[in-house]
C-alpha cells in the first residue's frame, strides 16, 4: 500500500531520491488533503466567538443577533483562496462584482431590523442575496426569510451555500428587488444589501404597519448612509444613521 506523504512533504529529499512520476504520484494524496487548507481552525465555533467577542466591543449588544453571528459559518460563503479571512471584519469579493458585506456591517443593519422587537420577527425580506451569508443569519432571527437576487449566478450560487444549512425558512428568489416580493408581503421587515438612487415605492407599501426598513440609500449630499424607515399607523418616519459604501442597487435581472 502506497504511504501517504506527511505534512509539510519533504520535497527536497524526495526530489533528490526519486524520479518525477513517482513523485507526482507521491504528491497526488497530499494535493487533496491539501486542496482546502485554509478551512483549518474554521470549523470550530472558537474562531466565530472571537468575531462576536469583537463586535461586542464595537457596539452591537442585541444577544438574538450576536448568537445568529456567532452560528453562522461565514466561511462556508467564500471563495476557498478567502476563506482565512472568513472572520475579519472586511468586505470580501463573491463574484461578478459584488461583495459580502463585512460582519460589523451585517450585525448592525440586523440590529436596526430587530430594534425594539420582542422574540423573532415575522417574514423578512431581503434585496440583495448575494451569497447567502445574510439571509442565513436572518433566518435565526425571523420566522420566513424572503431574499431577491437578481444576478442569476449569485442566486445560484447561494442556493448551493445554503445547502448545506438546510435552512427550511428561507426562499431564495430570482428577481428585480426593487419591486418587491408582494407574495410574501406585508412584512415585518425589509434590509437591502444595495444601495439605490431613492427608497423604492414596492419596499414601503410591502411593509407591514409596525414593520421597519434598514437600506443603504444616496443622501442629498450625495453620500451613501443607512436610512431607517419605520412605518406607522400615522405615516413613515425616516431617520438617516452613518456613512455606508453598499453595491449599487441596479433594476432588472442579469
Ligand atoms: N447580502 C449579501 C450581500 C450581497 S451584495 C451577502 O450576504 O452576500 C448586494 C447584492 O445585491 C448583489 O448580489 C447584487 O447583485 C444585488 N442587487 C442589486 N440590485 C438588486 C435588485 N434590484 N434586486 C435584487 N438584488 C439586487
Redesign the pocket.
Known amino acids: 500500500m502506497a504511504q501517504r506523504p506527511g505534512f509539510p512533504i519533504k520535497l527536497d529529499q524526495q526530489v533528490k531520491a526519486t524520479p518525477a512520476k513517482a513523485i507526482a504520484a507521491k504528491l497526488a494524496p497530499a494535493k487533496a488533503v491539501a486542496a482546502k487548507p485554509q478551512a483549518f481552525g474554521m470549523e470550530s465555533s472558537a474562531v466565530r466567538q472571537r468575531m462576536v467577542q469583537k463586535l461586542a466591543a464595537q457596539g452591537l449588544k442585541d444577544p438574538m443577533v450576536l448568537q445568529a453571528m456567532g452560528a453562522v459559518e461565514r466561511h462556508r460563503?467564500v471563495e476557498s483562496a478567502l476563506v482565512t479571512q472568513a472572520y475579519e471584519d472586511t468586505s470580501l469579493p463573491?463574484g461578478?462584482g459584488?461583495?459580502?458585506?463585512k460582519p460589523n456591517v451585517?450585525a448592525r443593519m440586523i440590529e436596526l431590523l430587530r430594534e425594539g422587537a420582542t422574540g423573532k420577527l415575522g417574514r423578512v425580506l431581503?434585496?440583495?442575496?448575494?451569497?447567502?451569508?445574510?439571509?442565513a443569519v436572518l433566518s435565526h432571527i425571523a420566522t420566513e426569510v424572503y431574499s431577491?437576487?437578481?444576478?442569476k449566478g449569485?442566486h445560484e450560487k447561494a442556493r448551493a451555500n445554503l445547502r448545506h444549512f438546510r435552512l427550511a425558512n428561507v426562499h431564495l428568489l430570482f428577481?428585480?428587488?426593487?419591486l418587491g416580493y408582494p407574495k410574501g408581503a406585508p412584512y415585518a421587515g425589509i434590509i437591502s444589501?444595495?444601495g439605490g438612487e431613492n427608497l423604492p415605492e414596492a419596499w414601503l407599501e410591502q411593509l407591514a404597519v409596525g414593520g421597519r426598513l434598514v437600506a443603504p440609500t444616496l443622501t442629498s449630499n450625495g453620500h451613501q448612509a443607512l436610512m431607517v424607515v419605520d412605518k406607522t399607523a400615522h405615516g413613515f418616519q425616516h431617520s438617516v444613521l452613518e456613512a455606508v459604501h453598499?453595491?449599487?442597487?441596479?433594476?432588472g435581472i442579469s
Open positions: 460563503f463573491i461578478l459584488q461583495t459580502i458585506s451585517v431581503e434585496i440583495g442575496t448575494g451569497c447567502g451569508y445574510q439571509a431577491i437576487e437578481r444576478l449569485l428577481g428585480d428587488g426593487m444589501a444595495a453598499f453595491v449599487p442597487l441596479k433594476s
